[in-house]
C-alpha cells in the first residue's frame, strides 16, 4: 500500500513518503559569484579602421572572441556547479561543499546527466560518468523516465481537451470504448473524471508497476486494466474527489481514453501530436537489445547492471518512457511557454494555467506543484529499477532543471545538485539554509526533550510520535526510523542538519507545548 503526505517515515517496515519542502531561500552571504558569472568584456578600438577588409576582419574576430567568451562562461558555470556541491544547511562561516565526481563514488552512481534551463531555453547540458559496460554517459544517452512519464501523457490529454475531443470534468465512462471501469458504490455520486485522474484524485488504486524482464510475456492494455499482468485490476478503492491518492493506475486509464478517442496507439498519438512539435525527438518507448547500447544507458543497482540492462514497463502514460535531460527540458519550456502566452498550438495559455492550479495535496493536472507566486514550481521525479530522475521547472521564470541518473539511490545526490544551482542561478528557493547556532545550556537543552505527537492520524497509518533526545552535549530527533543531530537556532527553534527541517516551538512560562515542523505540521508535546 503506498502513501504519500508530507513527512517521510516508516511505520511496520513500510516506507510512507509526504512530499516536504524544506529549504526556505535564504541566500549564503559566504560565496561569491562576481569570479564566475561575469560579463563579457567589450573589446576597445585603439584606432579608427577604414579598410572594409580590414574592418571585416576586425567584425570576425571581435565574434569569435565573443563566443570563446561565451563558451568559457558557461564551462566556468558547470565547473562552479561540478566542484561546489552544497548541504542542505550551512553553518556560517564554516563552508563545506562537495566535488560531483566525489559525490558520484560515494553514493555510487554510476553515470547522471544534466540539463539547465535558464532565460526559457537549455544554457548548458552535460553527462557525466559511465552508461554500460563500454560507453560514457553525454547528453545524448538515454534514460528510463519512470513517472516522469506522467506529465507528459498529461499533456497528450490537454490537448484534446483543447481540441473538443475530451473534458475535464465529464464522467470518463463516456470516453472508454474497449474497457469498461468496474462499477461499485463509490463513484454513485462522485464520478471519475479526466481531471481527478491527473491530479491523482479519482479514487484510482495501483500506485506503481513492477517491471519485465524482456523474456517474460508482454503485457496487453487491458491485461494490465484487468489485473491479468504484474499489478492488481485496476478500479475505484474510494470516493472519487475526496482524497489524494498517487495512482499509476489512473494515468493508464488516461492511456486507455486517449486509444479509444484518437483510435491509434499511445505512443503513436504521443509521438505525433506532442513528442515531434517540442522537438523531443530522442523520448521514445522502447525495448533496448541488446545490440543496441549506443545512446542507452543500462540500469545500476548498488553498482551492478541489472538483468538485461534494464527493466521493461509495458505502461508508456504512467513509467514506460525513455527520455534525455535535454528532451525532458523543452518538455518544461513548452509548458512555461504555454503558460506566458509565448507559443501557441499544444494547449492554450489558459488550459496550461489549469495544468499548474493546485488541487489537493498541491497536484496539478500532470506535476506535483510548490512555492507560490511567481516562484510556482512543477516537478516530478521519476524512479523505476536501476533508474532516478527529476524535473524541477519554475512556472513563470524560465529557469529550471532536470537530472537524470542511471542508478537506484536515495534522494541525496539530486537534491545536492538542485540546492546548488538553486543557489548559483539566483533560484531564492530550494537553497541551502544559512545559520549560525548558539550554544546549548542545560535548561535550554531541557525544555525541548520528550516524546511528541502528530496532531492528526494518518489514514490506514495512526498515530506518528517523534522523540528529541539527548546525546551527550548535542539534541537529536528520532522517529524509529530516522535519527537525526539538531541544531540550535535561538530558544524556540531547531533545525535538522541533515536535510534543513524547521522546527519552531510554541512555549508557555518557559515550557515547551508543541511545534510546527517548517511551519505545516503541528506536533504536541506528550
Excluded at 51 to 61: K, R
Excluded at 462 to 481: C, P, Q, T
Aim: net charge neutral; hydrophobic share 40%; glycine share 6%.
Amino acid at each position: 500500500m503506498y502513501f504519500q503526505y508530507d513527512l517521510s517515515f516508516q511505520k511496520n517496515r513500510n516506507a510512507f513518503t509526504i512530499d516536504l519542502e524544506f529549504f526556505n531561500g535564504v541566500i549564503m552571504p559566504q560565496l561569491s559569484k562576481s569570479s564566475v558569472f561575469r560579463a563579457t568584456k567589450k573589446m576597445k578600438m585603439q584606432k579608427i579602421i577604414t579598410s572594409p577588409l580590414i574592418l571585416l576582419t576586425f567584425v570576425l574576430l571581435s565574434s569569435c572572441k565573443e563566443t570563446v567568451n561565451f563558451e568559457e562562461q558557461i564551462q566556468n558555470e558547470i565547473t562552479l556547479i561540478e566542484e561546489n556541491l552544497l548541504p542542505p544547511v550551512i553553518i556560517k562561516d564554516s563552508l563545506v561543499n562537495f566535488a560531483l565526481r566525489d559525490r558520484l563514488k560515494e553514493y555510487n552512481v554510476k553515470g547522471i546527466s544534466i540539463a539547465l534551463i535558464e532565460g526559457g531555453e537549455i544554457k548548458w547540458a552535460k553527462g557525466y560518468g559511465v552508461a554500460n559496460e563500454t560507453d560514457s554517459i553525454s547528453k545524448h544517452t538515454l534514460f528510463q523516465a519512470g513517472s516522469i512519464s506522467k506529465p507528459i501523457t498529461a499533456l497528450a490529454a490537454l490537448k484534446l481537451v483543447s481540441e473538443g475531443k475530451l473534458d475535464l470534468d465529464t464522467d470518463i465512462r463516456q470516453y472508454l470504448k474497449s474497457w469498461e471501469l468496474p462499477k461499485n458504490d463509490y463513484d454513485r455520486v462522485n464520478k471519475v473524471t479526466l481531471r481527478k485522474l491527473l491530479s491523482h484524485t479519482a479514487g484510482i488504486n495501483v500506485s506503481g508497476f513492477t517491471g519485465y524482464v524482456k523474456s517474460e510475456n508482454k503485457p496487453t492494455l487491458n491485461d494490465i486494466l484487468n489485473g491479468e499482468a504484474k499489478n492488481d485490476a485496476i478500479k475505484l478503492d474510494t470516493i472519487p474527489g475526496v482524497r489524494w491518492s498517487y495512482s499509476g493506475g489512473g494515468y493508464v486509464i488516461v492511456e486507455k481514453i486517449i486509444e479509444d478517442v484518437t483510435e491509434e496507439p499511445f505512443f503513436d498519438y504521443l509521438k505525433k501530436e506532442i513528442l515531434i512539435p517540442l522537438g523531443m525527438e530522442n523520448t521514445k518507448y522502447l525495448i533496448p537489445s541488446k545490440g543496441s547500447k549506443s545512446h542507452i544507458s543500462s540500469g545500476f543497482v548498488n553498482g551492478d547492471i541489472i538483468e538485461d540492462g534494464s527493466l521493461v514497463y509495458y505502461q508508456p502514460s504512467a513509467a514506460g518512457l525513455w527520455s534525455t535531460p535535454s528532451d525532458l527540458a523543452r518538455f518544461c519550456i513548452a509548458i512555461q511557454d504555454a503558460i506566458s502566452g509565448k507559443r501557441t498550438g499544444i494547449i492554450s495559455q489558459e488550459l496550461a494555467k489549469e495544468m499548474i492550479e493546485k488541487n489537493i495535496n498541491n497536484w496539478g493536472l500532470g506535476p506535483q506543484l510548490n512555492y507560490e507566486s511567481d516562484s510556482l514550481i512543477f516537478q516530478h521525479n521519476g524512479n523505476t529499477k536501476g533508474f532516478t530522475a527529476s524535473i524541477k521547472a519554475f512556472a513563470y521564470k524560465g529557469k529550471g532543471l532536470v537530472i537524470m541518473t542511471n542508478s537506484d539511490m536515495e534522494q541525496k545526490l539530486i537534491p545536492e545538485i538542485v540546492r546548488t544551482v538553486a543557489y548559483h542561478y539566483d533560484w531564492r528557493v530550494e537553497t541551502p539554509l544559512s545559520i549560525t547556532p548558539i550554544k546549548l545550556n542545560e535548561d535550554l537543552m531541557n525544555t525541548f526533550l520528550g516524546e511528541y505527537k502528530y496532531e492528526k492520524e494518518i489514514p490506514e497509518v495512526g498515530e506518528y510520535k517523534i522523540a528529541i533526545e539527548r546525546r551527550e552535549n548535542d539534541l537529536y530527533f528520532n522517529d524509529g526510523s530516522l535519527s537525526a543531530k539538531l541544531l540550535v537556532v535561538n530558544n524556540k527553534k531547531l533545525v535538522m542538519y541533515k536535510n534543513g527541517r524547521q522546527f519552531l516551538f510554541e512555549k508557555k512560562n518557559d515550557k515547551v507545548l508543541s511545534f510546527l515542523l517548517d511551519e505545516k505540521f503541528k506536533f504536541i508535546k506528550k
